[in-house]
T-cell receptor, first 114, second 114 residues
Framework: DAGVTQSPTHLIKTRGQQVTLRCSPKSGHDTVSWYQQALGQGPQFIFQYYEEEERQRGNFPDRFSGHQFPNYSSELNVNALLLGDSALYLC?????????????FGNGTRLTVT | DAKTTQPNSMESNEEEPVHLPCNHSTISGTDYIHWYRQLPSQGPEYVIHGLTSNVNNRMASLAIAEDRKSSTLILHRATLRDAAVYYCILFHPYSGGGADGLTFGKGTHLIIQP
């Protein structure tokens, strides 16, 4: 049973460029959440997708956008990259239901902006 | 903003029990208490969660105070592989069937001495 997979594992971009990160959820999961984790900090919630729609959003600018596909996989797009966007980007999947379904995380994409 | 308070770090000896505390005085009646842990260079890993009653699983036990304003994660016999950052998080089930994003704090850095 494959867990959450993210690609690529590492990425180096230049300030001002755009980047797309990809996530495949755990088999059977239908909800995908994205997080940004700076060095030494806890993960910060970016947004969550369910039924191909953004359901919740954290305190991130519109430069951060996403998409969920019919097969539940998801993409995170970041436009006009800033040096401060350098971080580990984590994808987590879960099963949408009442009752606090646990999140399953991938190992993340390490983005470096130079 | 994180709604939980945890010690920055704790130290324990191998093969001894570990009690990791978490305060969540503003918890609401529908909030679940989730615990995750993160090893270096990996995404967070689900450990355990509960609502009102104490919970046990193969990884750990969760003791929830009667007023639900605090909880304790118990590792019954710590090993070197348990050295990680442990996050205590309040999880808000989304009435629409999805799930609210988890808000992570900085967590507790658990150090295990051999």
């Amino acid at each position: 049973d494959a867990g959450v997979t993210q690609s690529p594992t590492h990425l180096i971009k230049t300030r001002g460029q755009q980047v797309t990160l990809r996530c495949s959820p755990k088999s059977g999961h239908d909800t995908v959440s994205w997080y940004q984790q700076a060095l030494g900090q806890g993960p910060q919630f970016i947004f969550q997708y369910y039924e191909e729609e953004e359901r919740q959003r954290g305190n991130f600018p519109d430069r951060f956008s996403g998409h969920q596909f019919p097969n539940y996989s998801s993409e995170l797009n970041v436009n006009a990259l800033l040096l401060g966007d350098s971080a580990l980007y984590l994808c987590a999947s879960s099963l949408a239901r009442k009752g606090g379904s646990p999140l399953h995380f991938g190992n993340g994409t390490r983005l470096t902006v130079t | 903003d994180a709604k939980t308070t945890q010690p920055n770090s704790m130290e324990s000896n191998e093969e001894e029990p570990v009690h990791l505390p978490c305060n969540h005085s503003t918890i609401s009646g529908t909030d679940y208490i989730h615990w995750y842990r993160q090893l270096p260079s990996q995404g967070p890993e689900y450990v355990i969660h509960g609502l009102t009653s104490n919970v046990n699983n193969r990884m750990a036990s969760l003791a929830i105070a009667e007023d639900r304003k605090s909880s304790t994660l118990i590792l019954h016999r710590a090993t070197l592989r348990d050295a990680a950052v442990y996050y205590c998080i309040l999880f808000h089930p989304y009435s629409g069937g999805g799930a609210d994003g988890l808000t992570f704090g900085k967590g507790t850095h658990l150090i295990i001495q051999p």
